[in-house]
């Protein structure tokens, strides 16, 4: 399955120079959006106003135990996924962080290629949870509640069961479209009186309820014989 590259993370380290390196580096990668923090408060004030799919967070930041700023975030409404980073490698240490609520920890130094695999598996289990929301343009989707929650955490707009299927399929795609066949097969299942055209009837009315010109989509795009999400 191929990650989206919607996925916002936010990485926080008071190391400039670290922090700045491993946001480069995770940016390689298509299908992450990385945003920087040097100090807990910071984070903590752009957790309170932003979604972010995942949070990697340092253990040692100078004004508050990046442990007990996972526990901040998760008192703060905060679902997904937390990966803790640490210079001290002992049992303990990683129980205290995941006791706070972390759902992994890394000792430092690490390779960049098992963060990004601890990154991608993290987020390929939160999909799967029902308390699971995704960033789609200017919007946090919820494919349990069939919601999408505008920025400003006013503007709601309420899903059908159909509707929430396809951006979940879209979103699991990444950047990759998919064609329209496979997209009704995937929803709809076999059903011989079920036709694209019907896929089509549902794209239209998820772009009016979510577009801010329906006739000019800059979220679901139409690509080839298919449709896929620019986040």
């Given at each position: 399955?191929?990650?989206s590259?919607?996925?916002?993370?936010?990485?926080?380290?008071?190391?400039?120079?670290?922090?700045?390196?491993?946001?480069?580096?995770?940016?390689?990668?298509?299908?992450?959006?990385?945003?920087?923090?040097?100090?807990?408060?910071?984070?903590?004030?752009?957790?309170?106003?932003?979604?972010?799919?995942?949070?990697?967070?340092?253990?040692?930041?100078?004004?508050?135990?990046?442990?007990?700023?996972?526990?901040?975030a998760?008192?703060?409404?905060?679902?997904?996924?937390?990966?803790?980073?640490?210079?001290?490698?002992?049992?303990?240490?990683?129980?205290?962080?995941?006791?706070?609520?972390?759902?992994?920890?890394?000792?430092?130094?690490?390779?960049?290629?098992?963060?990004v695999?601890?990154?991608?598996?993290?987020?390929?289990?939160?999909?799967?949870?029902?308390?699971a929301?995704?960033?789609?343009?200017?919007?946090?989707?919820?494919?349990?509640?069939?919601?999408?929650?505008?920025?400003?955490?006013?503007?709601?707009?309420?899903l059908?069961?159909?509707?929430?299927?396809?951006?979940?399929?879209?979103?699991?795609?990444?950047?990759k479209?998919?064609?329209?066949?496979?997209?009704?097969?995937?929803?709809?299942?076999?059903?011989?009186?079920?036709?694209?055209?019907?896929?089509?009837?549902?794209?239209?009315?998820?772009?009016?309820?979510?577009?801010?010109?329906?006739?000019?989509?800059?979220?679901?795009?139409?690509?080839?014989?298919?449709?896929c999400?620019?986040?």
């Amino acid at each position: 399955m191929n990650q989206s590259k919607c996925s916002s993370i936010l990485l926080v380290d008071d190391d400039g120079d670290l922090r700045s390196s491993i946001a480069d580096q995770l940016e390689i990668y298509d299908e992450f959006t990385i945003h920087q923090s040097g100090s807990a408060s910071e984070a903590l004030g752009l957790i309170k106003s932003n979604h972010f799919d995942a949070l990697i967070l340092d253990v040692g930041l100078p004004d508050i135990d990046g442990r007990e700023l996972c526990r901040l975030a998760r008192q703060a409404g905060v679902g997904s996924p937390i990966i803790m980073l640490t210079a001290m490698d002992s049992d303990a240490d990683t129980v205290l962080g995941l006791d706070a609520g972390a759902n992994d920890y890394i000792t430092k130094p690490f390779r960049l290629n098992v963060l990004v695999a601890r990154l991608r598996a993290q987020l390929r289990q939160h999909e799967q949870s029902v308390d699971a929301v995704f960033s789609i343009g200017p919007y946090s989707f919820s494919p349990a509640t069939k919601l999408l929650l505008a920025q400003d955490g006013q503007h709601k707009i309420r899903l059908t069961e159909k509707e929430a299927q396809i951006l979940r399929h879209l979103y699991r795609a990444g950047s990759k479209p998919i064609d329209r066949e496979t997209l009704l097969t995937e929803i709809w299942g076999y059903r011989p009186e079920v036709t694209t055209h019907t896929l089509e009837t549902h794209i239209y009315r998820l772009r009016q309820k979510i577009e801010d010109s329906p006739e000019h989509p800059r979220i679901i795009v139409t690509e080839g014989d298919g449709y896929c999400l620019l986040c």
